[in-house]
């Protein structure tokens, strides 16, 4: 009998976020035709934006930092298989841990490794070279929701642990950033998104009927569907905002 999953490996989903084929195209298209020569992704889970940034930017070298390591090793093994391998380094570790500076710097969900908001945006604009670009992306709410909704989320939620997008770029104007493209998820994205995290669960379930992993996965999947179902969806919304720094 084959191993479970362990939530949240992502094992049917191209991107860790709410990102489409399209949009993951678009935004490379965009990112690569300023022709970066050094491109860090921090959080970068398996690394696919990065990837895909490098197979656009055949000059380009990049690093990834994900401390999760099951992570980093389907991150080596992806780029490994592209030939990748030898102008990119993923490395177990913190996000906040990294000192060194780039012409294309990307944060996807994951400016919680720098504490708060405000915090992660100062940090990064620190590591934007001159004339470089950040692409940045958290959650916002697109509305704000009643405390019932918020009872059906993460433990401990509260309505200040989001703000609202024209809040959200005005903290990273506040930064020292220049917004250039500001886009949201759509709801096709999160379906896609939230969909692809508990099919892995339910597809193992149901291929192993009746033993005890089968009955904890079905039980995180049914945690995780209500997460979304019943808590954020609708209210929360997801941006990526691609951001300037002057020369």
């Given at each position: 009998?084959?191993?479970?999953?362990?939530?949240?490996?992502?094992?049917?989903?191209?991107?860790?976020?709410?990102?489409?084929?399209?949009?993951?195209?678009?935004?490379?298209?965009?990112?690569?035709?300023?022709?970066?020569?050094?491109?860090?992704?921090?959080?970068?889970?398996?690394?696919?934006?990065?990837?895909?940034?490098?197979?656009?930017?055949?000059?380009?070298?990049?690093?990834?930092?994900?401390?999760?390591?099951?992570?980093?090793?389907?991150?080596?093994?992806?780029?490994?298989?592209?030939?990748?391998?030898?102008?990119?380094?993923?490395?177990?570790?913190?996000?906040?841990?990294?000192?060194?500076?780039?012409?294309?710097?990307?944060?996807?969900?994951?400016?919680?490794?720098?504490?708060?908001?405000?915090?992660?945006?100062?940090?990064?604009?620190?590591?934007?070279?001159?004339?470089?670009?950040?692409?940045?992306?958290?959650?916002?709410?697109?509305?704000?929701?009643?405390?019932?909704?918020?009872?059906?989320?993460?433990?401990?939620?509260?309505?200040?642990?989001?703000?609202?997008?024209?809040?959200?770029?005005?903290?990273?104007?506040?930064?020292?950033?220049?917004?250039?493209?500001?886009?949201?998820?759509?709801?096709?994205?999160?379906?896609?998104?939230?969909?692809?995290?508990?099919?892995?669960?339910?597809?193992?379930?149901?291929?192993?009927?009746?033993?005890?992993?089968?009955?904890?996965?079905?039980?995180k999947s049914d945690e995780l569907r209500s997460l979304w179902l019943r808590g954020h969806r609708d209210l929360m919304g997801f941006a990526y905002l691609t951001l300037g720094v002057p020369v």
């Amino acid at each position: 009998m084959s191993s479970p999953p362990a939530p949240g490996t992502g094992s049917l989903l191209d991107f860790n976020s709410p990102l489409s084929a399209e949009r993951a195209h678009r935004l490379v298209t965009q990112m690569a035709a300023r022709e970066p020569v050094t491109v860090i992704d921090l959080g970068c889970g398996w690394g696919e934006l990065l990837l895909r940034l490098l197979v656009a930017l055949p000059g380009a070298k990049g690093v990834g930092i994900e401390q999760h390591a099951a992570d980093v090793s389907r991150a080596r093994a992806n780029a490994e298989a592209r030939g990748l391998e030898e102008r990119v380094t993923f490395v177990e570790g913190s996000a906040r841990e990294y000192a060194g500076g780039a012409d294309l710097v990307l944060n996807i969900g994951a400016y919680q490794a720098y504490g708060t908001m405000v915090e992660a945006l100062a940090a990064l604009r620190e590591l934007v070279n001159p004339g470089g670009r950040l692409l940045f992306a958290a959650e916002f709410w697109e509305e704000r929701p009643s405390q019932e909704r918020l009872a059906h989320m993460w433990p401990g939620m509260t309505v200040d642990d989001c703000v609202e997008l024209p809040e959200l770029v005005e903290l990273t104007v506040a930064a020292g950033f220049r917004p250039l493209r500001i886009e949201r998820a759509t709801r096709g994205e999160w379906e896609e998104f939230e969909s692809g995290i508990v099919a892995e669960l339910e597809e193992w379930a149901l291929a192993h009927p009746g033993t005890p992993e089968a009955d904890e996965l079905q039980a995180k999947s049914d945690e995780l569907r209500s997460l979304w179902l019943r808590g954020h969806r609708d209210l929360m919304g997801f941006a990526y905002l691609t951001l300037g720094v002057p020369v």
